[in-house]
Nanobody, 122 residues
Framework: QVQLVESGGGLVQAGGSLRLSCAAS????????MAWFRQAPGKEREFVAA???????YYADSVKGRFTISRDNAKNTVYLQMNSLKPEDTAVYYC????????????????WGQGTQVTVSS
């Protein structure tokens, strides 16, 4: 099992940047595929970005070129660097983990953090 704790959310103006962090417990962090999802009020949870255990990355079209996912296995941490933020990026951002191949569906991730709020003002 793995436990996840997100941090780094906050309020930022449009065009600004934030970096989210997700700290994981456990000694097998490097074996997990990690992902970020987000959920805005009244909307379904949506895929943002993922990074596999081997370092391959995947992004939703809406964030390509603006967001970067990375991981530091020595620190058991995955990051989401968010640049050129837009008001439509406002949501609760969740970190998730899974073993096995990449998945872009929230149903494919058994482990979740508690979420961190990101608010982008116009």
């Amino acid at each position: 099992q793995v436990q996840l704790v997100e941090s780094g959310g906050g309020l930022v103006q449009a065009g600004g940047s934030l970096r989210l962090s997700c700290a994981a417990s456990g000694r097998t962090f490097s074996s997990y595929g990690m992902a970020w999802f987000r959920q805005a009020p009244g909307k379904e949870r949506e895929f943002v970005a993922a990074i596999t255990s081997s370092g391959n990355t995947y992004y939703a079209d809406s964030v390509k070129g603006r967001f970067t996912i990375s991981r530091d296995n020595a620190k058991n941490t995955v990051y989401l660097q968010m640049n050129s933020l837009k008001p439509e990026d406002t949501a609760v951002y969740y970190c998730a983990a899974r073993l096995g191949y990449y998945s872009g569906s929230y149903r494919g991730y058994p482990y979740w953090g508690q979420g961190t709020q990101v608010t982008v003002s116009s």
